[in-house]
C-alpha cells in the first residue's frame, strides 16, 4: 500500500524538476562563455581558479539533471495512475466506487488527535506510515470525504492504493490502540512476510490505513467490508502478479525486438533500422533504470519501517 497527496501537484512538481535542472546547466554554462570570454584575447586571461568557481555550479546541475531523468519518471508515473484513479472516484454514481461518504471537520481533528496518540504512545506501533500521513490532512470546513473503490481509498484530496500486501478489510478492533477501535473506525490491514536468521519466518499485521466511520455511515462501511472478501483480495493480487508479468513480458520483448533491429542492420546493411534499434534499445534502458530506481526508492523508503516491524516480532 502506498499514498500520494495531490496527485496533480506531485505530478507538476516532479514534471518541474528536470526542466529546472535542465534550465540551470545551460544558463550556467551560456554564463560561464560569457564571463570567461576575454575582451582581449592575446592580453587577458582568467585563472584556472576562475573557471573551476564559474563552470563547477554548470557541471554539478547538469549532473542533477540527468539523474532526474532517471528519478522524475517513477513519480510521474505514480502520479498518473493516482490522478485516473481519483477521477474514476470522484464520478457522480459511478461503478468504481463502491461507498462513500463525509467526516465533519471536528469529527477528524479528533480522529487525528487519537492518530498522534497512538504514534506518540509507541513508535513501534502497528500503524503505518501511510496511515499516519492522515495526521496531517487538513480538513475543509464541509469536512473530509471518504470514497473507497476496489483497488484504492480517496481521503479528501489523498490517495491511497490498496494495491501490494492487502489483507484485511474490517472494523477496527486492536488491542494496543483501543481509542482507534469500534464501529467509528474502518481498518485496512496489510501483512508483510520476512524471513531473518535469528526470528526464523515471520508475518506481521499492520494497519496500512484506517479511516473514521459516522454513525449514519455504518451501513457504507459494511458495504466495503462486505466487498472485500478473501476471494476479491485474493484477485486483487492475482491482477497484481498478472501486471507485473504483462511488463515483465512487454520489457523483453522490447529488448529482442532491439537487438534483433541492430543484428539486422550489421548483417544487411539497413542503417536505417539499426538507428530505430538504437532508439528502442535506449527505451529498454530507460526503462530498465525506471524500475531500478523503483527498487531502491522503495528499499530506502521501507527501511524504517522494517527495523520498527522487525522489533514488534521480537517482542511477540
Known amino acids: ?12 512538481i516532479w514534471a518541474s524538476v528536470p526542466l529546472i535542472g535542465l534550465m540551470l546547466a545551460v544558463g550556467l554554462a551560456m554564463l560561464a562563455d560569457w564571463l570567461l570570454r576575454p575582451s582581449y584575447p ?11 568557481l564559474i563552470a563547477l555550479p554548470g557541471a554539478l546541475a547538469g549532473a542533477l539533471f540527468f539523474l532526474s531523468l532517471f528519478v522524475a519518471p517513477s513519480y510521474l508515473a505514480s502520479a498518473w495512475h493516482a490522478w485516473r484513479q481519483m477521477k474514476r472516484l470522484q464520478e457522480p454514481g459511478g461503478a468504481n466506487c463502491i461507498a462513500e461518504w463525509t467526516v465533519d471537520a471536528s469529527a477528524w481533528r479528533r480522529f487525528q488527535a ?16 501511510t496511515a499516519l500521513s492522515l495526521c496531517d490532512l487538513a480538513a475543509s470546513s464541509t469536512g473530509i470525504d471518504i470514497r473507497v473503490g476496489p483497488e484504492s481509498v480517496l481521503v479528501g484530496e489523498h490517495y491511497v492504493s ?7 478489510v474490517t ?7 483501543p481509542s482507534l477501535s469500534g464501529p467509528d473506525y474502518l481498518a485496512f490491514l496489510s501483512v508483510i512476510e520476512g524471513h531473518s536468521r535469528s526470528l526464523g519466518s515471520y508475518a506481521i499485521e499492520e494497519i496500512g490505513l484506517i479511516v473514521p ?16 472478501t478473501p476471494e476479491a483480495i485474493a484477485a486483487l493480487h492475482a491482477r ?7 511488463g515483465c513480458l512487454l520489457n523483453l520483448t522490447l529488448l529482442a525486438v532491439s537487438l534483433a533491429m541492430i543484428a ?16 528502442l534499445f535506449a527505451v529498454w534502458l530507460a526503462w530498465l533504470a525506471y524500475y531500478l530506481v523503483q527498487a531502491l526508492i522503495a528499499m530506502i523508503a521501507g527501511f524504517g519501517p522494517m527495523i520498527a516491524m522487525l522489533r514488534r516480532a521480537s517482542r511477540s
Open 171 to 177: 472494523q477496527a478492533d486492536f488491542e494496543s490502540i
Open 1 to 12: 500500500m502506498w499514498s500520494m497527496r495531490s496527485p496533480v501537484r506531485t505530478g507538476l
Open 264 to 279: 539486422a542492420s550489421a548483417l544487411f546493411d539497413a542503417y536505417q533500422i539499426g538507428w530505430y534499434g538504437l532508439i
Open 213 to 228: 466511520v459516522p454513525p449514519t455511515a455504518r451501513a457504507a462501511m459494511q458495504q466495503v467490508v462486505d466487498h472485500f
Open 42 to 52: 592575446d592580453t587577458t586571461q582568467f585563472s584556472s581558479t576562475t573557471e573551476t
Open 240 to 246: 497484481d502478479r498478472r501486471r507485473a508479468r504483462a
Open 114 to 129: 487519537e492518530l498522534r496518540k497512538g504514534r506518540d504512545k509507541d513508535s513501534d506501533s502497528a500503524l503505518s506510515k
Open 162 to 168: 490498496l494495491r501490494g500486501g492487502l489483507s484485511e
